[in-house]
Structure formats: structure tokens, C-alpha cells
């Protein structure tokens, strides 16, 4: 049951093997007519792409994209989303716990602003952050919006 098991699984010299596989490939032919793209331009890869799908009846092969110009589409054929709804208006409960994260921010960021040494500034701010957020948190609606409608999607 001891089975002494290799160090290498696989070939000693894995450079050698894939020169040997990449020269023969070389002689069969296969890709001498790769392009490299870093030096080729766009008009480059546009001709390679249309003579290597050259068709005997002149039409350009389904799998080259052209142009939009070229394609004969006026813009009238694509969705054009309507415009978002604005905003709604923020109420003075919402403005005043924003303002409590501000304050917090610049507590913590810059205390001197208020005459404060960072040592009282810094629990401050975490007192103002915390009740901003939580105020933020408190105030948020668990029910749909009253201008929703009859469906309100799946609920559980």
C-alpha cells in the first residue's frame, strides 16, 4: 500500500515540448495569416476580416458586423427609454439626519473647525454618525409607496 508516487507528473522539460509542438504547427501552415493586432490598424482588421469571408456572390457574410451606417438603420428602430421621474422632495426629518452625517464627517475629519481637540471630537462624531444613521434608518417607509397601485409584486 505504499505507493511511491512521482515528483513530476508530467514532461521533465515543458519548454522543450511546446517549441517542438508550436514548430510543427508552424510547418503545417497554421497561422501564417494570423494578424498581429497590436500593429494592425482598424482598416487592417476590416479587410483581413472581408477577404477571409470572401463569398463568390460579392455579399458580406452574416458574421462581419458593419458599420451602423452602412446598415441602412435610422435610430427610429431602437428603444429610446423615457425620461427618469425627478426626485421626490426630501422631508425636514431626512435633511436634518443628512445634516447630523455631515456634522459627524467633519467632526471626525477636522475637529479644530469647532475649537475641539480630536481627543473630544472624535466621540462626538461617532455620537453625531450614529444618530444619524439611526434616525435615517428609523424613519424608512415598510410599506409600499401610496401611489403604487393595486400590484404590488410578490410579497412574502
Known amino acids: ?44 482588421i476590416k479587410s483581413v476580416d472581408l477577404k477571409a469571408h470572401d463569398d463568390p456572390t460579392g455579399d458580406i457574410p452574416l458574421d462581419v458586423e458593419e458599420e451602423p451606417e452602412r446598415r441602412g438603420q435610422d435610430d427610429e428602430d431602437h428603444y429610446v427609454p423615457p425620461e427618469p421621474p425627478p426626485f421626490p422632495v426630501l422631508r425636514a426629518s431626512t435633511i436634518a439626519a ?18 475641539l481637540q480630536s481627543r473630544i471630537g472624535t466621540p462626538l462624531s461617532l455620537v453625531a454618525l450614529c444618530a444619524g444613521v439611526g434616525w435615517l434608518i428609523l424613519r424608512m417607509r415598510n410599506t409600499p409607496p401610496p401611489d403604487s397601485g393595486w400590484d404590488d409584486g410578490a410579497q412574502v
Open 98 to 115: 443628512l445634516g447630523l452625517l455631515g456634522l459627524g464627517i467633519v467632526l471626525l475629519v477636522a475637529p479644530g473647525l469647532f475649537g
Open 1 to 44: 500500500m505504499n505507493a511511491r508516487r512521482d515528483s513530476t507528473d508530467g514532461p521533465e522539460n515543458v519548454d522543450e515540448l511546446f517549441a517542438e509542438i508550436v514548430a510543427g504547427l508552424e510547418r503545417d501552415g497554421v497561422g501564417k495569416d494570423w494578424l498581429d493586432l497590436d500593429e494592425a490598424g482598424t482598416e487592417d
